[in-house]
């Protein structure tokens, strides 16, 4: 299974935007990126994927460098109900999620 | 539309003893899976089932074991529990096909304590 590299902990202020970086520079052609994120006490709800162009919807922006090595998840202005772990996945047809430790996402008020 | 349920929320349970955790879905959905969460760690999966009737291994189903006698219900079952299963199971289901084939829907998971 392809792996991703996340940092550990990130920390943002309510309502500033925040970039949540992930490196996938083994991923194949095929992989999809997904993002999913995991509130205190609540199982992992799905937030955005893509494959290769930039993509947005109502909780968050993915934005996918050309070479598709890294990208980036985007919450435009963070509130405190996004403090979560967010994890990058790579995932492709016929295959299964492999979760890392993911990004623990602090918003201080 | 209750999406995924899971039974029982919370459990503890001594050394030796089984029981069985419900996973239920109302979205039709063909594939499911269960997890498990040790604290500061991602989920691992332990056995997932691709339709009615089927179950497959996944990165760690040492101790457990899984049926899906209907499209709708996945039960994970510990037959001798050990404290190092203590841990938080989450159930997950997604559909086989469509726009969004591969997001996964998860349940709220189970909390279990092996002493």
């Known amino acids: 299974d392809a792996k991703t590299t996340q940092p550990n902990s990130m920390e943002s202020n309510e309502e500033e935007p925040v970039h949540l970086p992930c490196n996938h520079s083994?991923?194949?052609?095929?992989?999809?990126i997904h993002w999913y994120r995991q509130l205190p006490s609540q199982g992992p709800e799905y937030v955005i994927h893509g494959l290769t162009s930039n993509v947005n919807n109502r909780m968050a922006s993915l934005a996918i460098a050309e070479d598709r090595k890294s990208s980036t998840l985007i919450l435009h202005r963070a509130t405190l109900r996004d403090a979560a772990v967010y994890y990058c996945i790579l995932m492709n047809y016929g295959q299964n999620f492999v979760f890392g430790p993911g990004t623990r996402l602090s918003v201080l008020p | 539309n209750a999406g995924v349920t899971q039974t029982p929320k919370f459990r503890v349970l001594k050394t030796g003893q089984s029981m069985t955790l419900l996973c239920a879905q109302d979205m039709n959905h063909e594939y499911m899976y269960w997890y498990r969460q040790d604290p500061g760690m991602g989920l691992r999966l332990i056995h997932y089932s691709v339709g009615e009737g089927t179950t497959a291994k996944g990165e760690v189903p040492d101790g457990y074991n899984v049926s899906r006698l209907k499209k709708q219900n996945f039960l994970l079952g510990l037959e001798s529990a050990a404290p190092s299963q203590t841990s938080v199971y989450f159930c997950?289901?997604?559909?086989?096909?469509?726009?969004?084939?591969?997001?996964?829907?998860f349940g709220p998971g189970t909390r279990l304590t092996v002493l």
């Open positions: 083994t991923i194949s052609g095929t992989d999809y």
């Open positions: 997950a289901s997604r559909p086989l096909e469509g726009r969004i084939a591969d997001t996964q829907y």
